[in-house]
């Protein structure tokens, strides 16, 4: 791809990923407007992504992965133990969906329904997976591993996605911080340490 055509690329992202964090309802959004506000024509967004739909999942893996990488910046640098550095890696995870709701549903379900190796549930499990390691040591194979943070991920996730029927039923509110905390905790003593 040419310098111009990776400039517009960008230029289309970046227009589209400040479009969301404005809006948070992707719904909102129309190509007409990215095209206007990028300065491009609705002909290039085609060209480069084909759909709107496609655009917007993109964006939204490149938000998700950005929150992804400061989390584990911060977690490498912490002094602690590895299962704290799991929690707390854990419930900024669940405290992302709970802030991006409208962004963290569009992924989730995204990721549900056209799953592929580099989503971002796959993100998740490989930022977590040398945290794993460090919890297990040679005890477990990664391929356990990788069993057990998709369990740990998708608990949280179905936490986030079926709230008011968590809520109804355990009485446990993912949109209040102490009782999702609580909630993550539970999930990591559940999957990690019995």
Excluded: W
Excluded at 2 to 21: F, H, P
Aim: charged residues 20%.
């Amino acid at each position: 791809m040419s310098r111009q055509k990776s400039e517009v690329r960008e230029k289309i992202i970046d227009t589209t990923i400040q479009m969301i964090r404005k809006y948070g309802d992707t719904g909102m959004i129309t190509v007409r407007e990215i095209a206007s506000i990028a300065g491009v024509g609705v002909g290039l967004i085609n060209y480069h992504f084909q759909t709107k739909e496609n655009l917007i999942n993109l964006c939204i893996m490149e938000l998700i992965g950005q929150s992804v990488s400061e989390l584990q910046s911060f977690s490498q640098n912490a002094e602690m133990k590895a299962i704290d550095k799991l929690s707390m890696l854990c419930k900024g995870i669940a405290s992302f969906m709970a802030i991006n709701e409208g962004l963290s549903r569009i992924s989730i379900t995204n990721d549900l329904v056209s799953p592929n190796v580099n989503d971002n549930i796959a993100q998740l499990i490989n930022m977590l997976l040398p945290i794993a390691k460090e919890i297990f040591g040679d005890k477990k194979y990664e391929r356990e591993l990788r069993i057990l943070l998709h369990m740990l991920i998708s608990s949280i996730s179905v936490g986030f996605l079926r709230n008011s029927v968590i809520s109804e039923t355990f009485g446990i509110d993912f949109s209040d911080n102490e009782q999702r905390d609580n909630f993550v905790e539970y999930c990591i003593r559940i999957v990690f340490l019995n």
